[in-house]
């Protein structure tokens, strides 16, 4: 049985769903990113976390999971006020909830966490997954967390995979897996950095 995650040839970002680069943001509208877009590609990357292949990453892929939930949820509620993430924080905050507008909030701690930990891992050829992902949870959702959950997450950045192990699990072709990869954080963090700063602006407030 092979625990490669990718197609003979491929990489691992063959198989998802949606890539973060296929998530339009509308420029001409205030950087609107599409809720359905966004969404799939969000799970997409929770697929990631079956391939550091740890037990102790459950916790960080469900509480994503969550989350997603809790915002397509409401997307299926109000498909037409929901379009893209923006207006269906605007349009959920009117009607005086917020439990869509705060799953995206801490979907983006997720993603956030994640992203950091990829970026570092993949600009310091030496560093091992435990190391990039420890710091990473310091910088981002550390802050967030009560001292019950923070065993949990350390655990989790401990119990990573071998640097080499997971590349190895990307593709075959290290040179593909480096750009790909690259290329997908590269997405990810600008549509993050767009939902992050909606989320400062006090009409995003709850």
Request: aromatic content about 10%; glycine content about 6%.
């Amino acid at each position: 049985m092979t625990t490669n995650a990718f197609p003979p040839g491929g990489t691992y970002f063959d198989t998802a769903k949606r890539n973060f680069t296929a998530v339009p943001i509308n420029k001409s509208k205030d950087n609107a990113i599409s809720t359905a877009e966004f969404l799939e590609a969000s799970e997409s990357l929770t697929g990631l976390f079956d391939v550091l292949g740890s037990v102790a990453f459950k916790p960080v892929a469900s509480d994503m999971t969550g989350n997603i939930k809790k915002i397509r949820d409401r997307q299926l509620a109000s498909p037409l006020e929901s379009e893209t993430l923006q207006d269906m924080v605007r349009n959920e905050l009117k009607t005086k909830k917020h439990t869509a507008t705060e799953g995206l909030v801490w979907l983006l701690r997720g993603l956030d966490f994640t992203s950091q930990a990829l970026r570092k891992n993949l600009s310091n050829p030496s560093e091992e997954l435990s190391t990039s992902f420890r710091e990473s949870y310091g910088n981002t959702l550390k802050q967030y967390h009560s001292f019950m959950i923070k065993p949990i997450f350390s655990a989790a950045m401990s119990a990573t995979p071998y640097r080499k192990d997971f590349y190895a699990k990307l593709g075959d072709d290290q040179a593909r897996v480096q750009k790909e990869l690259g290329e997908w954080l590269s997405a990810l963090e600008e549509r993050v950095g767009v939902l992050q700063e909606f989320l400062g602006r006090k009409e995003a407030k709850y």
